[in-house]
Each structure stands twice: as structure tokens, then as C-alpha cells.
């Protein structure tokens, strides 16, 4: 997904398939683009889903999965029993680690809501900014992403990466 899923359409969702189908394991996937993907995680595992897709501290978050660290840490206490000590040593380990790939990194620094408009989905929007970038039409990525749209609409809104993104909203 693109980041879509907002935390009440995640509660509306989740509860609403774990009532269909109590016996199915749900899995629910999301990038962080828009920032609201802690929020919509945490809403998704109370909500009855068994699996949440996350990241380490350090490579999550904006085009990136929700924070592990950030989720953990919204639950109730009963439900973490995580060794927060080692979860941290980890993420030491890769923020170090990410340092070294620096240079691949295509700038998105920031979370943008803008996604809800775009729907550019997370590792679409990171290669697209590359390319635009190495087309010399970086200084026009608010362009890019406005022909995006408007080619999406032209198209149907087509699905992108994951069919499951046209259904999250």
C-alpha cells in the first residue's frame, strides 16, 4: 500500500473481516508515507489482526513501514511482552548500518499527506523520485507527482503495487 490506510478505516476493516472470518489469519501491510501508518497499525492488531507489517527504528518510517519501536510502545502493556533493551541494541546496530547506504538514500526525508491525493505507492514514489532526479527533473517532482494523479484518474485508478490498496481508504 501507499500508506492509505487510516486508523478508523483500519478499525472499520480489520474488525469487520475479523467477524467474517475468525479462523484466517489477517496480515496487514502499509507504508508510513503520509505518517499515520503507527496509528493505523496499532488500530489494525486491536482490531483483531494477528500479523502487522513494521521496521526497525532506524529504516522505518515515510516511504518505509510504520515504526516497530513506535508501535510497540502504543500498546496496551499486557499485550508487549518485547525485551525493549534488545529491540533497541538492534536498531543501534542498523541506525550504524544505514549510515554506510547514505548515499542511495533518494532524499524523502519527510512524511507528506499529499499520498492521499497521489497515491503514489511507497517504493513506486522512492524509484520515481530517483528517476526524476536523474532526468534532471527534480526541481519538478511536485509536477511528477501531479501528472501522476491526473494519469491515475485518466487510467480508472488503476491498482499500482498491491490490490488491496484500492480497497483501504
Known amino acids: 500500500m501507499a500508506g492509505l490506510l487510516k486508523p478508523a478505516a483500519a478499525r472499520i476493516l480489520i474488525s469487520a473481516l475479523r467477524k467474517q472470518f475468525p479462523d484466517i489469519p489477517i496480515h496487514v501491510h502499509t507504508h508510513d508515507t503520509a505518517g499515520t501508518g503507527v ?11 494477528d500479523i502487522v507489517d513494521v521496521a526497525m527504528d532506524s529504516m522505518s518510517g515515510v516511504t518505509s513501514q510504520p515504526s516497530l519501536g513506535a508501535v510497540l510502545n502504543s500498546l496496551p502493556e499486557k499485550n508487549n511482552d518485547f525485551d525493549t533493551e534488545k529491540l533497541y541494541q538492534i ?6 548500518v544505514r549510515q554506510l547506504y547514505r548515499c542511495f538514500d533518494p532524499g524523502t526525508q519527510a512524511t507528506n499527506t499529499e ?34 494523479a491526473e494519469a491515475n484518474e485518466i487510467l480508472g485508478n488503476v491498482v499500482k503495487v498491491t490490490p488491496s490498496s484500492k480497497g483501504c481508504r
Do not use: D
Open 91 to 96: 536498531n543501534n546496530y542498523w541506525e550504524q
Open 115 to 148: 499520498v492521499y491525493k497521489h497515491e503514489i505507492p511507497g517504493g513506486q514514489y522512492t524509484n520515481m523520485l530517483f528517476q526524476a532526479q536523474s532526468l534532471g527533473l527534480g526541481g519538478e517532482w511536485s509536477r511528477v507527482k501531479e501528472a501522476y
Open 39 to 49: 496509528a493505523s497499525m496499532v488500530a489494525c492488531y486491536l482490531s483483531g489482526a
